[in-house]
């Protein structure tokens, strides 16, 4: 199967800037994409953002100009670089992988456990 660790969640104040991170590891065979999604407190899932393993990216109108996915080594590692955050940017963020392992036949989607970001001053 696969696992996912997300990291680099924190406290920044309105304006900051930060950075996370999600490590792909297990029997994996192709990633095909990895997206990050996020969950504000009291409310439900949500997109933020994509990158496939074409390096095709796309993103959630709410964060396109501020957050940017970027991937290495065959999407094993992701990383989302979140600039002039917002108080409403505050959710628990999570990775997600569509990824084919040794053994599924057929794509399936991976979840990690989310990191917490929380923008206040």
């Known amino acids: 199967q696969v696992q996912l660790v997300e990291s680099g969640g924190g406290l920044v104040q309105p304006g900051g800037s930060l950075r996370l991170s999600c490590a792909a590891s297990?029997?994996?065979?192709?990633?095909?994409?990895m997206d990050w999604y996020r969950q504000p407190p009291g409310g439900e899932r949500e997109f933020v953002a994509r990158i496939t393993n074409s390096g095709f990216t796309h993103y959630d109108v709410s964060v396109k100009g501020r957050f940017t996915i970027s991937a290495i080594n065959a999407l094993n590692m992701v990383s989302l670089e979140m600039k002039s955050l917002k108080p409403e940017d505050t959710a628990v963020y999570y990775c997600?992988?569509?990824?084919?392992?040794?053994?599924?036949?057929?794509?399936?989607?991976?979840w990690g456990n989310g990191t917490l970001v929380t923008v206040s001053s």
């Open positions: 997600n992988a569509f990824a084919i392992t040794t053994m599924t036949k057929s794509a399936q989607n991976y």
């Open positions: 297990g029997s994996i065979i192709n990633i095909l994409t």
